[in-house]
C-alpha cells in the first residue's frame, strides 16, 4: 500500500503486515500513522484482518460537500490519536463495493472497528469535540 507521510507528503510503500509496527517514513521519519491512510476494497480489508489498534473510517465522496468540511477534523484526529487508532478513508465512489458491504446509506459515516468487528457508526460531519469524545470511549 503506498501512505503519503503527513509531514514530508512523500509517498512510502507500507507493506500492510507491518502496519503494527510503529510504520515510518523513509525521508523525514515522521510516523506514517499521524495521517488517515487512503484505503482501497483490498486493503481496506487487509487493515481491518491485520491491525491491533482500533480502525477508525471515514466513508466519504469527492464531491461531498459535509465530507470536504469534515476532512480537517478526521486529519487533526490522527496527528493526535494516529499512535493508538487507525485513521482509515475510504472514498465510496472509487470503492462501491465496500459502501455496499457496509450498507453505508449516507455521508461521511464514521465506523469503528475493533479487531474486524463493528464497534460503532455514526454518520454526519462530526465537530472535533465530538469527535473527541467518541474516540476516547474507544481508545
Same mark, same amino acid.
Given at each position: 500500500?503506498?501512505?503519503?507521510? /503527513? *509531514?514530508?507528503? =512523500?509517498?512510502?510503500r507500507l507493506p500492510?503486515?507491518?502496519?503494527?509496527?510503529? /510504520?515510518?517514513?523513509?525521508?523525514? =521519519?515522521?510516523?506514517?500513522? =499521524?495521517?488517515?491512510?487512503?484505503?482501497?476494497?483490498?486493503?481496506?480489508?487487509?487493515?481491518? !484482518?491485520? #491491525? !491491533?489498534?482500533?480502525?477508525?473510517?471515514?466513508? @466519504?465522496?469527492? @464531491?461531498?460537500? /459535509?465530507?470536504?468540511?469534515? %476532512?480537517?477534523?478526521?486529519?487533526?484526529?490522527?496527528?493526535?490519536?494516529?499512535?493508538?487508532?487507525?485513521?482509515? =478513508?475510504?472514498? &465510496?465512489?472509487?470503492? /462501491?463495493?465496500?459502501?455496499? *458491504?457496509f450498507n453505508i446509506?449516507?455521508?461521511?459515516?464514521? &465506523?469503528?472497528?475493533?479487531?474486524?468487528?463493528?464497534?460503532?457508526?455514526? #454518520?454526519? %460531519?462530526?465537530?472535533?469535540?465530538?469527535?473527541e469524545q467518541l $474516540? #476516547?470511549? $474507544?481508545?
Amino acid at each position: 500500500m503506498l501512505v503519503k507521510c /503527513p *509531514e514530508c507528503q =512523500k509517498f512510502n510503500r507500507l507493506p500492510l503486515e507491518r502496519i503494527n509496527e510503529n /510504520p515510518i517514513c523513509g525521508v523525514c =521519519k515522521s510516523s506514517l500513522l =499521524k495521517g488517515p491512510l487512503d484505503a482501497d476494497q483490498a486493503s481496506f480489508h487487509e487493515i481491518l !484482518k491485520l #491491525s !491491533k489498534l482500533p480502525v477508525i473510517v471515514d466513508f @466519504w465522496a469527492p @464531491w461531498c460537500g /459535509p465530507c470536504k468540511m469534515f %476532512a480537517p477534523t478526521f486529519q487533526a484526529s490522527a496527528a493526535i490519536h494516529g499512535d493508538k487508532m487507525l485513521h482509515v =478513508k475510504i472514498d &465510496t465512489e472509487a470503492n /462501491p463495493a465496500i459502501s455496499q *458491504e457496509f450498507n453505508i446509506r449516507s455521508i461521511p459515516t464514521l &465506523t469503528i472497528f475493533k479487531n474486524g468487528a463493528e464497534l460503532e457508526r455514526i #454518520s454526519g %460531519a462530526l465537530p472535533p469535540a465530538q469527535l473527541e469524545q467518541l $474516540i #476516547s470511549k $474507544i481508545i
